[in-house]
């Protein structure tokens, strides 16, 4: 990796990087209450919202009896119509302001969750599984309403001076509650004995202190400011000149720019695929290779509890590389995290459950050092090649491949299930367990999982390659421009 053309970054060692990193922290003492009540939020419906996710497969199955091909369609719906209804949720928390889209959105989970409780605990209820799938459809634009508010409620409780620190805690708090998501499937499934439904009972619960939390923490909508703030800042903050949006969207088509960042995105997408892997094909993969004790959660765990570790110990030096190529080669990490899992189990020398468990271990923390240093940097590019007054335009529109990886993953998850982890495989008009039969060698490579990941692997790994040997044309005018990236969380 080539050094970066920024003396100060060079100059400052990695120790005297990562104690300003902390140091920028002390700057949140002067944030109001408000921004804290919405940092507890973040984290209780964090841990909620990831539990959900990586459960609803498996609760669609095992609860409701969906097969993995109905199960992968109805989470599609979910988080299509999630991604969709993004587009508009912030125009809504603008329009109703703060405090009552929280209020909102919070009582439409609480809700809705409770609605997807009563499906999982009445099993003589007809049509269950169409049921929840409609449910999970009216979640979408709730979902997409607390992720606009948090954005906005950290940018309105911050000041100009503690806006950069108050969004590296709200995406380090958004991981803990990812993490804490994890061991919460474990404590309810492993712990408790209780069936998956009651992750959604989980769900209730924080939905609730939520509404307790903001109540009374979040009352005041005005922005903060300090008397550090400049004058200027409230002319820059005028409307721009407004321009028709057929004109608008000619002008950014006929950019160049932009086609050199959707190919670069379309090129990495099956980096990105891997993370819907993670709650679409792992949680069944692991239940039906190591058995149904799996530690799923604690495992898809790891992921974001190495970004919180990752972004304290790495992101104070990533300055010191080429943006491009940090992109790259932590995207060919994260592609390669797969290839563990498409190693045959017995080549690992140990039983099967626990030779998963190893490569579930490796494939992990692979996926989160990838993560670490190529998330941050594609938003650093974006920012870079964009033209000036664009970055918010084309960080939205670099979002489009990721949206169209979900839905296609989402709706082909069922089917990769079926064809390489599906629960039971027929041998000779006997359906044995897909561990059974695994063990007693009775399907080839070509039919078991190992080649499901292999395939996924090298789809990943070419994208990557393809970007390095194209590097030139990738960052042909990014070097004129020197941005400061905003934290932004990648999901």
């Given at each position: 990796?080539?050094?970066?053309?920024?003396?100060?970054?060079?100059?400052?060692?990695?120790?005297?990087?990562?104690?300003?990193?902390?140091?920028?922290?002390?700057?949140?003492k002067e944030t109001r209450r408000e921004y804290w009540?919405?940092?507890?939020?973040?984290?209780?419906?964090?841990?909620?919202?990831?539990?959900?996710?990586?459960?609803?497969?498996?609760?669609?199955?095992?609860?409701?009896?969906?097969?993995?091909?109905?199960?992968?369609?109805?989470?599609?719906?979910?988080?299509?119509?999630?991604?969709?209804?993004?587009?508009?949720?912030?125009?809504?928390?603008?329009?109703?302001?703060?405090?009552?889209?929280?209020?909102?959105?919070?009582?439409?989970?609480?809700?809705?969750?409770?609605?997807?409780?009563?499906?999982?605990?009445?099993?003589?209820?007809?049509?269950?599984?169409?049921?929840?799938?409609?449910?999970?459809?009216?979640?979408?634009?709730?979902?997409?309403?607390?992720?606009?508010?948090?954005?906005?409620?950290?940018?309105?409780?911050?000041?100009?001076?503690?806006?950069?620190?108050?969004?590296?805690?709200?995406?380090?708090?958004?991981?803990?509650?990812?993490?804490?998501?994890?061991?919460?499937?474990?404590?309810?499934?492993?712990?408790?004995?209780?069936?998956?439904?009651?992750?959604?009972?989980?769900?209730?619960?924080?939905?609730?202190?939520?509404?307790?939390?903001?109540?009374?923490?979040?009352?005041?909508?005005?922005?903060?400011?300090?008397?550090?703030?400049?004058?200027?800042?409230?002319?820059?903050?005028?409307?721009?000149?407004?321009?028709?949006?057929?004109?608008?969207?000619?002008?950014?088509?006929?950019?160049?720019?932009?086609?050199?960042?959707?190919?670069?995105?379309?090129?990495?997408?099956?980096?990105?695929?891997?993370?819907?892997?993670?709650?679409?094909?792992?949680?069944?993969?692991?239940?039906?290779?190591?058995?149904?004790?799996?530690?799923?959660?604690?495992?898809?765990?790891?992921?974001?509890?190495?970004?919180?570790?990752?972004?304290?110990?790495?992101?104070?030096?990533?300055?010191?590389?080429?943006?491009?190529?940090?992109?790259?080669?932590?995207?060919?990490?994260?592609?390669?995290?797969?290839?563990?899992?498409?190693?045959?189990?017995?080549?690992?020398?140990?039983?099967?459950?626990?030779?998963?468990?190893?490569?579930?271990?490796?494939?992990?923390?692979?996926?989160?050092?990838?993560?670490?240093?190529?998330?941050?940097?594609?938003?650093?590019?974006?920012?870079?090649?964009?033209?000036?007054?664009?970055?918010?335009?084309?960080?939205?529109?670099?979002?489009?491949?990721?949206?169209?990886?979900?839905?296609?993953?989402?709706?082909?998850?069922?089917?990769?299930?079926?064809?390489?982890?599906?629960?039971?495989?027929?041998?000779?008009?006997?359906?044995?367990?897909?561990?059974?039969?695994?063990?007693?060698?009775?399907?080839?490579?070509?039919?078991?999982?190992?080649?499901?990941?292999?395939?996924?692997?090298?789809?990943?790994?070419?994208?990557?390659?393809?970007?390095?040997?194209?590097e030139k044309w990738f960052v042909a005018g990014s070097?004129?421009?020197?941005?400061?990236?905003?934290?932004?969380a990648a999901t």
């Amino acid at each position: 990796m080539t050094q970066s053309t920024t003396p100060a970054a060079n100059d400052k060692s990695a120790l005297e990087m990562m104690r300003a990193y902390f140091r920028d922290f002390k700057v949140l003492k002067e944030t109001r209450r408000e921004y804290w009540g919405i940092q507890i939020v973040n984290i209780l419906d964090c841990t909620a919202y990831f539990a959900l996710l990586t459960i609803a497969a498996v609760f669609l199955s095992e609860d409701l009896g969906l097969d993995d091909k109905s199960a992968g369609y109805t989470v599609t719906v979910f988080t299509s119509a999630t991604s969709i209804f993004l587009l508009f949720s912030g125009m809504t928390t603008d329009w109703l302001g703060i405090r009552r889209s929280l209020r909102l959105a919070l009582t439409g989970q609480l809700i809705l969750r409770l609605a997807m409780v009563c499906i999982g605990l009445m099993p003589s209820l007809p049509n269950r599984g169409l049921l929840a799938g409609i449910v999970f459809l009216a979640m979408a634009p709730f979902m997409a309403g607390l992720q606009t508010i948090f954005q906005s409620a950290t940018n309105r409780y911050t000041t100009k001076r503690s806006r950069s620190a108050g969004f590296n805690l709200w995406y380090l708090f958004m991981n803990i509650g990812a993490a804490a998501a994890g061991f919460s499937i474990d404590i309810v499934r492993q712990a408790l004995n209780l069936p998956s439904v009651h992750i959604f009972t989980m769900g209730v619960v924080t939905a609730l202190l939520c509404l307790i939390v903001g109540h009374f923490m979040v009352k005041n909508e005005e922005q903060l400011t300090s008397p550090d703030d400049p004058p200027e800042e409230a002319v820059e903050a005028a409307p721009a000149k407004r321009k028709n949006p057929w004109t608008a969207w000619r002008e950014i088509l006929a950019e160049k720019v932009l086609w050199r960042l959707l190919a670069l995105v379309a090129l990495i997408l099956g980096v990105r695929a891997v993370y819907a892997y993670l709650y679409l094909l792992m949680p069944k993969y692991w239940l039906r290779t190591i058995g149904p004790d799996a530690a799923f959660g604690t495992l898809n765990a790891i992921n974001p509890i190495g970004i919180v570790i990752g972004l304290v110990l790495f992101i104070p030096l990533a300055n010191k590389f080429s943006t491009f190529r940090m992109l790259v080669w932590g995207a060919m990490f994260s592609s390669i995290a797969l290839f563990p899992m498409a190693v045959p189990w017995q080549m690992y020398g140990m039983s099967i459950a626990n030779a998963h468990y190893v490569m579930a271990l490796i494939a992990m923390a692979l996926l989160t050092v990838g993560e670490v240093v190529w998330s941050p940097k594609l938003y650093e590019y974006t920012a870079q090649i964009a033209p000036k007054g664009q970055e918010g335009t084309y960080l939205g529109l670099s979002l489009i491949p990721w949206f169209v990886a979900k839905t296609m993953v989402s709706g082909f998850s069922g089917h990769l299930l079926e064809r390489w982890s599906p629960e039971k495989v027929n041998i000779d008009g006997v359906a044995v367990p897909l561990q059974q039969a695994m063990i007693n060698n009775q399907i080839g490579y070509w039919d078991r999982p190992e080649a499901m990941w292999l395939i996924l692997g090298l789809y990943a790994l070419a994208g990557c390659i393809i970007a390095a040997i194209l590097e030139k044309w990738f960052v042909a005018g990014s070097e004129k421009k020197a941005e400061t990236p905003a934290t932004s969380a990648a999901t």
